[in-house]
């Protein structure tokens, strides 16, 4: 196994159990590693102190675990799997009626760093974004079966547009077990299809679940609009919340094709929907003031990286802005930003200068995170990607 060896003091993230090693910590490596081989990593007064899958760019190993002695084959694999099984058993998402749509594996918050696996009633999605994990696919496949063998039937491996492209990986989505084309899945209760062979992620934003549920509790009433709708997961639950109207907004025809078959799964027939496939802020400038009074703004990754922040923020400034003053008075406003680049207190200040500029009077209802099968590592802060508040808007 070839081994990577450190600057003087750069394993102290490492002692804290940080899982990843960027590359100008790295003094220098014996041998010449393929992407994704396990290395072993040792600090400059050559002290063993982790291992994991190495890969060129920022981030040279996300490690798999900090015991030398600890073999990263099937069984480390299935150990792991049972693990995450285990605990999404605890927090009560497996063996319910009412819900087959889970996330078991979430990277770095299971330890799995670049591993995604998602649960869509008896099919397993599995999504590397790694070049290690895509490389071990097949032994956590393996893995997968065993420890999951009585909740899944199918697994589709998903990683084309996820690996780095540089890597010369060539991979390729399809099936490793089964092959099963039913792909509705339940979620608390309602129907959903899953386009995991196309659609965005795995297939369905599995992270907004409990807001969702959450949102169900202030429909009542209420006119909806569901700004970037996708797969109209808002807007389902919002129908079944006894809202007067929902409007579903995205610039993706496929998108709106996808969430009026959703609604349609649901709620057959019923006129209170209606769906546009149109870009978000020009709908939101032609839209007649005080329309709507609960409006969810649920925007694609406006940064994927640091360089991309500054505009992010602006886009979330003028998004909602553009919310805050077409909102009817007592409105409620779902604001997120899935985007990892920025923190909860950037993407905070950009909403509440939107609202300062907008001269309403607003309140914070709630303030959101992912579910908790989306968990946070303590060891990996970074990991906490998902934030979102609900707003009083007078």
Not at 24 to 32: N, R, S, V
Not at 271 to 286: C, G
């Given at each position: 196994m070839?081994?990577?060896?450190?600057?003087?003091?750069?394993?102290?993230?490492?002692?804290?159990?940080?899982?990843?090693?960027?590359?100008?910590?790295?003094?220098?490596?014996?041998?010449?590693?393929?992407?994704g081989e396990v290395v072993e990593v040792y600090?400059?007064?050559?002290?063993?102190?982790?291992?994991?899958?190495?890969?060129?760019?920022?981030?040279?190993?996300r490690v798999l675990s900090f015991r030398q002695e600890e073999e990263i084959n099937t069984d480390f694999w299935r150990r792991k799997l049972q693990t995450a099984k285990e605990m999404r058993r605890s927090i009560g998402l497996i063996g319910r009626t009412d819900n087959n749509t889970y996330r078991l594996v979430h990277g770095e918050g299971d330890n799995l760093p670049g591993l995604v696996i998602d649960i869509y009633a008896r099919t397993a999605v599995m999504q590397a974004h790694s070049a290690g994990m895509h490389l071990d696919r097949m032994a956590i496949a393996e893995a997968l079966a065993d420890v999951m063998q009585e909740e899944v039937d199918n697994?589709?491996?998903?990683?084309?547009?996820?690996?780095?492209?540089?890597?010369?990986?060539?991979?390729?989505?399809?099936?490793?077990?089964?092959?099963?084309?039913?792909n509705i899945a339940t979620e608390y209760g309602l129907k959903f299809h899953i386009d995991w062979l196309k659609g965005q992620k795995t297939g369905f934003f599995v992270d907004q679940r409990e807001n969702r549920a959450l949102l169900e509790r202030y429909a009542r009433g209420r006119r909806v609009l569901n700004m970037f709708c996708y797969t109209g997961g808002f807007s389902v639950y919002a129908m079944r919340g006894n809202a007067l109207s929902v409007h579903s907004v995205d610039s993706s025809a496929?998108?709106?094709?996808?969430?009026?078959?959703?609604?349609?799964?649901?709620?057959?027939?019923?006129?209170?929907?209606?769906?546009?496939?149109?870009?978000?802020?020009?709908?939101?400038?032609?839209?007649?003031?005080?329309?709507?009074?609960?409006?969810?703004?649920?925007?694609?990754?406006?940064?994927k990286h640091r360089d991309a922040l500054?505009?992010?923020?602006?886009?979330?400034?003028?998004?909602?802005?553009?919310?805050?003053?077409?909102?009817?008075?007592?409105g409620i406003l779902f604001t997120f930003s899935c985007s990892q680049a920025v923190s909860k207190e950037q993407f905070r200040t950009a909403v509440f200068t939107a609202a300062a500029l907008s001269g309403r009077s607003v309140r914070i209802l709630h303030q959101l995170t992912q579910p908790a099968d989306h968990p946070v590592n303590i060891y990996h802060p970074e990991g906490e990607y998902l934030k979102g508040l609900v707003l009083y808007v007078e």
């Open positions: 070839y081994k990577v060896y450190l600057k003087p003091g750069k394993e102290e993230s490492l002692k804290r159990f940080h899982p990843w090693i960027f590359s100008g910590a790295i003094a220098h490596i014996d041998g010449k590693p393929e992407e600090t400059a007064a050559r002290q063993f102190i982790a291992k994991g899958h190495f890969q060129i760019g920022s981030i040279a190993v697994i589709y491996y998903k990683s084309e547009t996820t690996l780095p492209y540089k890597a010369d990986l060539f991979p390729e989505n399809g099936f490793l077990r089964g092959g099963s084309t039913d496929k998108a709106i094709d996808l969430t009026n078959k959703n609604i349609g799964l649901n709620f057959p027939g019923d006129e209170r929907h209606t769906a546009f496939a149109e870009d978000a802020f020009k709908f939101l400038d032609r839209m007649d003031a005080q329309t709507y009074d609960l409006i969810v703004l649920d925007p694609p990754a406006f940064a500054h505009n992010a923020l602006q886009g979330y400034r003028k998004l909602n802005a553009r919310a805050f003053e077409k909102i009817r008075p007592g």
